[in-house]
T-cell receptor
């Protein structure tokens, strides 16, 4: 079946640095990818929706200059957390939908970000 | 606007008991999809079911069953003869028609503890 892969699974970075998380659809072309954020013991909050080749649509309250999303190809979307701070520490998870995925949305394994 | 409410924050049951997780949703769309996902401690989201708004048939898959009631806007999930491996956070989610830019909105989740 379709698989969405995220990398890295775990990342620790220093405060003030930037970190990039990749989301890849492995066996289908993802026309739309979604990025979610989940704080411990809380729900998944949608951050942004990205369509291949166009700018991402951010949810209210999400800083687009801080969370840069790029969806340059049909199999890859990246989330870059710029100038990371400890409060950015969270679980980030992506999902993807494609024409050939039967309109099913598949989730990646998630990435744990810790900013120290 | 769409909204998903999972009133049960945390549930504990003894192994082999049946347990029902409640989900109530709000939407103005007549066409929508409802989902249930399981999130074990490792963090990845495990897809359990997707149901479209036109299909009110109850569904059974092994020990899992779902009861969709449009009249009460509910999509409840029952685990029969629970097992310790069922311990996880379960999310109910809603998508208002899977258009190109559509997104899945999650409830806050129910943390289920199955005690041996």
């Amino acid at each position: 079946g379709a698989v969405v892969s995220q990398h890295p699974s775990w990342v620790i970075c220093k405060s003030g640095t930037s970190v990039k998380i990749e989301c890849r659809s492995l066996d289908f072309q993802a026309t739309t990818m979604f990025w979610y954020r989940q704080f411990p013991k809380q729900s998944l909050m949608l951050m942004a929706t990205s369509n291949e080749g166009s700018k991402a649509t951010y949810e209210q309250g999400v800083e687009k200059d801080k969370f840069l999303i790029n969806h340059a190809s049909l199999t890859l979307s990246t989330l870059t957390v710029t100038s990371a701070h400890p409060e950015d520490s969270s679980f980030y998870i992506c999902s993807a939908r494609g024409v050939n995925s039967g309109n099913t949305i598949y989730f990646g394994e998630g990435s744990w970000l810790t900013v120290v | 606007a769409q909204k998903v409410t999972q009133a049960q924050t945390e549930i504990s049951v003894v192994e082999k008991e049946d347990v029902t997780l409640d989900c109530v949703y709000e939407t103005r769309d007549t066409t929508y999809y409802l989902f249930w996902y399981k999130q074990p401690p490792s963090g990845e989201l495990v897809f359990l079911i997707r149901r479209n708004s036109f299909d009110e048939q109850n569904e059974i898959s092994g020990r899992y069953s779902w009861n969709f009631q449009k009249s009460t806007s509910s999509f409840n999930f029952t685990i029969t003869a629970s097992q310790v491996v069922d311990s996880a956070v379960y999310f109910c989610a809603l998508s208002e028609v899977l258009r190109r830019d559509d997104k899945i909105i999650f409830g806050k989740g129910t943390r289920l503890h199955i005690l041996p």
